[in-house]
């Protein structure tokens, strides 16, 4: 795992994005698990928790996200784990836990 305490990042979640096909016809919404797995990827990146399976002890999803939205992602890495929030301006979206075992 990294030193790092916290890493932020931006998402552009693109209006055309295939993850908004039928959900919901007329008012699109991004799917938790779309979002979910965009934290993950992050994670991933950052090379936190590295060479662990990676499991969510938790989520909330707080509030709907749209197309063409820009989310911000914060990181924040302690031991055995990586807290995280995702916020749509100054809307908290979804926060949650995830940990790693290792193999």
């Known amino acids: ?10 998402h552009r979640i693109d209006a055309g994005w295939r993850a908004f096909d039928g959900h919901f016809p007329g008012a699109p919404v991004l799917p938790g698990a779309m979002l979910l797995a965009i ?20 989520v909330k999803f707080l509030a709907p996200v749209g197309p063409g939205r820009t989310l911000r992602i ?28 290792a193999p």
């Open 39 to 58: 934290v993950l990827r992050e994670i991933e990146r950052h090379g936190l928790l590295a060479g662990v399976a990676l499991h969510v002890q938790q």
């Open 74 to 101: 914060r990181l924040d890495v302690h031991d055995g784990g990586v807290a995280f929030s995702a916020h749509d301006g100054d809307t908290l979206v979804a926060r949650g836990q995830v940990a790693g075992d």
């Open 1 to 10: 795992m990294r030193d790092a305490t916290s890493i932020e990042s931006s």
